[in-house]
DNA sequence: ATAATCATTGAAAGCGCTCCCCTTTGCGCG
DNA sequence: CGCGCAAAGGGGAGCGCTTTCAATGATTAT
C-alpha cells in the first residue's frame, strides 16, 4: 500500500502534524528535524496525496480547458500553451473537446465542477450562454479564451478579430482584389462575426460591397462544399477570406477539384496560421493569431483570478498579424484565357 | 457556498447515509423517499465533490495522458480518441506534453500519481525506463500506446511499425526506386527503430542495401537539415522514408528550398497520416496509423486494467496501411535532363 | 531561584463522502 | 400474544491531510 504521513509520522516519531508542517515548509520546526522528517519522506518515497489536501478546504491544483476540438491544430496548439503555463504555475489541466455543442459544454463544466477544479479556462462557443450560470454561480473561476459573452465579466483574451478581418480585407484590397468573398464560421462564433465585420467593413470603406450571396457560413465538415458553392459560379470570386484555416483548407481542395488553381484563379486567405497553414498547396496566406501568448495569458488571468476573487476582471486584446504565403497574389488586370 | 451532503440531509431530514445512498443508487431505500430525495438534490443544485468520494477510497475517475507533445497534430488526434473513449466510460483526463524528456515524465508521473489518477496511458518515448518504476510499484495501472518496453508486462496497444516501414520499402520498390533513404526519428524510440528495420528488411530481400550514410535520425525541429543533407548529396537518394509526417514535412521544404521537385526529383513516404499529410503541398503518401482506434483501445485497455489489476495484460497489434497520395511517383527510368 | 517568555511539537477537529453495522419498525406466524 | 425476521434508515468510523490551539520543555529576565 502507498505511504501516508502517518507513516512518516511514526517512523519519524513525531506527530502527523509536524510532517505536515514540513512538507509545506510552515511552522515552526527545527533545522535538523526538519532535514530529518525530508530524509525520511524520501526514503520512504512519501508522496502526500493531493486529494486528501484538496478535501481540507485546499486547491486541487487543476484546471479544466474547454475547447471545440484538441484534434484541432489550433486549439491542440492553445492546449500546449495552457498546459505549458498551467505547469509553470502548478497546475494541471484536463482536455474538454466540446464540439462546440452546448450539451457537452454543459456535461463538462457540471464535471469540472465536481471535480473541484480551481478554475476553467473556455475557449469554446456556446449557443446559450446560461450553460456559464452554473459555474459564476458556483464561483468557479472563469477565463474566456478567444472568446467573448459582453453580459458576462470575467477575464478574457481575445485577438482583435475585427482588426483581422480587416488586415485580411487591405491585403486583398491592395492586391487588386474587388470581387470579394467570404467563408464564415456559424454565426454563433462572436470572433468570426467579427472576422467578417473587419473584413466588410474595410471593404465597403474601399468601395466594395459584398454581396451576401458571396458570404457564406459553415462548419468545417461542409467547408469545401460551401467553397464550391462559390467557385463554380459563373461570377466566381477573385478572392476567398475564410475565417480559419481549416476552411481555407477546405477551398483549396475545392479549388483543386474544380481544376482551378491557386492563387492564379482565386486568392485564399486564411486566418489562424497553425501548422497547417505552412504545409498546404499553396501554402497559406493567412491572419496569424499569436496561440502560444493566448493560452499562457489565459492561464495567468485565471490564476490571477483564483487568487483574487473579487478582483475586476481584466479584457486582454492581442494583435492578429498578417502572415503572407503563397495563396494570394495579385489580380492579374487583364485576364488572359485559359492556355488549355 | 456549495451544498453538500449534509445540507440535502438536513433538507429531507434523512442522514446523510440516506442521501448517499440514493446518489449512488444502491442500499434499501424506499422508491418514494427516494424520488423525494432526488428531488431535493435537483431543486438543491447539489453535485457530489468527487474529490471526497474520492477520498474514500474510491476512484478519481481521472486518467493521466502521456504524449510527448499534444500541439503534435498525431498526439493531438490520439487525445481526442482518448478523450472520447474515456468520457465515454466516465474518465477525465490530464494531457502531459512530455517533450520526450525523462525528467519530465518522471516529473508528470509522479504527479499523476499525487493526483490519484486511476491509470496512466503511456504514449511517450523513455530512455530510461526505470521512471516506469515507482508507477508500477504504486500499483497505477498503466497502458502503453504506441511504445513498448519489452521488459515490462503491462497492457500495450502497438501498430504493426515493422510491417508499416515494409510497406513503404514495397511501395517505393515497385515504383522502381533502389536509390533509398530514411529519415528516422532518435533510435531510443522503438516504433521508430522497427519501421526502420521493416523497412531495410524489406529493401534487403529485393537486393537493396541501405547504405548507413542513407539513414539519419533526428528530432522534428532538425528534419529539414538532416532532409538537406541527403538532398544534397551527389548521389541524391530517388527515394526518402520518412519516420513520421513531421518528418517528411521537413524534407518537403527542404526539397522546396533546394528547388528540387517532389516527387518528380525524389519520392516521399511519410508515416502517420494525421490531416497533415493531406494538406502538404503535394500532399504526402503515408503510412496511416489507425489513430482512432489506438486510442480507444488504449482507454480499454487500460480500463479493463484498472477493473482486474491481476489479469494478464493484453497487447494488440493494429495494423498501419498504405496511403498514396502525390509525394511518390514511379521513378524514371532515363531521366532526362533538368530543362531550366 | 522563580516566574515569564519562546520555540517546538502534539492533539484533535474537521473537509465531504462511503460503507459497515446496528437500531427501529412493521409483519406474519405459531 | 409473543417471537423472529426483513426492510428501511441512522450512527459512526474512517479516507489522508491541514490547521488551530494548547501543552511541553527550554530559555531568559528579574
Redesign the pocket.
Known amino acids: 500500500?502507498?505511504?501516508?504521513?502517518?507513516?512518516?509520522?511514526k517512523e519519524a516519531?513525531?506527530?502527523?502534524?509536524?510532517?505536515?508542517?514540513v512538507?509545506?515548509g510552515?511552522?515552526?520546526?527545527?533545522?535538523?528535524?526538519?532535514e530529518e522528517i525530508r530524509q525520511i519522506i524520501m526514503r520512504m518515497g512519501?508522496?502526500?496525496?493531493?486529494?486528501?489536501?484538496a478535501?481540507?478546504?485546499?486547491k486541487t491544483y487543476a484546471l479544466g480547458l474547454l475547447v471545440p476540438d484538441i484534434s484541432n491544430p489550433f486549439f491542440a496548439e492553445i492546449a500546449r500553451a495552457v498546459e505549458d503555463e498551467g505547469q509553470r504555475h502548478g497546475y494541471s489541466v484536463f482536455i474538454c473537446s466540446t464540439d462546440n455543442k452546448d450539451e457537452k459544454v454543459e456535461h463538462y463544466a457540471a464535471l469540472l465542477q465536481q471535480k473541484n477544479v480551481d478554475g476553467i479556462i473556455i475557449g469554446t462557443g456556446l449557443k446559450e450562454l446560461s450553460v456559464l450560470k452554473p459555474l459564476l454561480q458556483g464561483g468557479v473561476p472563469v477565463a474566456l479564451l478567444a472568446r467573448e459573452f459582453p453580459s458576462v465579466v470575467v477575464p478574457s483574451v481575445v485577438v482583435d478579430d475585427y482588426a483581422g478581418g480587416a488586415a485580411a480585407a487591405e491585403h486583398l484590397i491592395s492586391l487588386g482584389h474587388r470581387h470579394l468573398a467570404v467563408l464564415a464560421e456559424q454565426d454563433s462564433i462572436s470572433s468570426s462575426r467579427e472576422r467578417v465585420r473587419g473584413f466588410k467593413h474595410t471593404a465597403e470603406a474601399a468601395g466594395i460591397t459584398l454581396d451576401p450571396a458571396f458570404v457564406l457560413s459553415s462548419g468545417i465538415k461542409e467547408g469545401k462544399n460551401k467553397a464550391q458553392e462559390l467557385l463554380q459560379r459563373d461570377d466566381r470570386p477573385t478572392a476567398i477570406f475564410c475565417c480559419n484555416d481549416m476552411l481555407a483548407i477546405g477551398a483549396l481542395r475545392a479549388a483543386k477539384e474544380l481544376g482551378l488553381r491557386i492563387p492564379q484563379d482565386c486568392s485564399i486567405v486564411g486566418f489562424d496560421d497553425t501548422v497547417l497553414a505552412s504545409v498546404t498547396d499553396p501554402p497559406l496566406t493567412t491572419i496569424a493569431q499569436p496561440i502560444e501568448q493566448m493560452g499562457q495569458t489565459a492561464v495567468q488571468l485565471l490564476i490571477r483570478q483564483i487568487g483574487q476573487p473579487g478582483e475586476q476582471p481584466e479584457r486582454i486584446v492581442l494583435t492578429p498579424s498578417l502572415s503572407i504565403r503563397q495563396s494570394s497574389m495579385a489580380l492579374r488586370r487583364y485576364p488572359e484565357q485559359s492556355i488549355s
Chains 1, 2 share one sequence.
Do not use: F, Q
Open positions: 500500500m502507498k505511504a501516508t504521513i502517518y507513516d512518516v509520522a516519531g513525531v506527530s502527523i502534524a509536524t510532517v505536515s508542517l512538507i509545506n510552515k511552522g515552526k520546526i527545527s533545522e535538523e528535524r526538519r512519501y508522496k502526500p496525496s493531493m486529494i486528501a489536501s478535501l481540507t478546504g485546499k
